[in-house]
Nanobody, 127 residues
Framework: QVQLVESGGGSVQPGDSLRLSCVVP????????IAWFRQAPGKEREGVSW????????YYADSVKGRFTVTRDNAKKMVSLQMSGLKSEDTAVYYC????????????????????WGQGTQVTVSS
């Protein structure tokens, strides 16, 4: 398994923005779809966003649509999650995960579909 590396987490106030990054070393990144998940204390890990290998498809959880944007830079083997209008309920540990190939809109947020994960980065939104 490949270990992904997240960065960019921190503590911010409601309404602020943060940009998370995920570097995916050692794999054919151009063939990887990348997802962001998050897990709040006492809650299940949930899918936040997905971006396809060819950058032509993205999915978002309803809770973040219009506030979060996922992008990728294949030259840097990096995927970014731009988070705006942060709310206290966005507080969680954020993970990126990779898989080879495509995935459907009803399956992208299921964690069992990913074999490679990062260690996570903490995002805390509090006044």
């Amino acid at each position: 398994q490949v270990q992904l590396v997240e960065s960019g987490g921190g503590s911010v106030q409601p309404g602020d923005s943060l940009r998370l990054s995920c570097v995916v070393p050692g794999v054919p990144f151009d063939y990887c779809g990348i997802a962001w998940f998050r897990q709040a204390p006492g809650k299940e890990r949930e899918g936040v966003s997905w971006i396809s290998s060819n950058d032509e498809g993205t999915y978002y959880a309803d809770s973040v649509k219009g506030r979060f944007t996922v992008t990728r830079d294949n030259a840097k083997k990096m995927v970014s999650l731009q988070m705006s209008g942060l709310k206290s309920e966005d507080t969680a540990v954020y993970y990126c995960a990779a898989r080879i190939g495509v995935i459907s809109s009803d399956r992208w947020s299921h964690r069992e579909n990913y074999v490679s994960w990062g260690q996570g980065t903490q995002v805390t939104v509090s006044s």
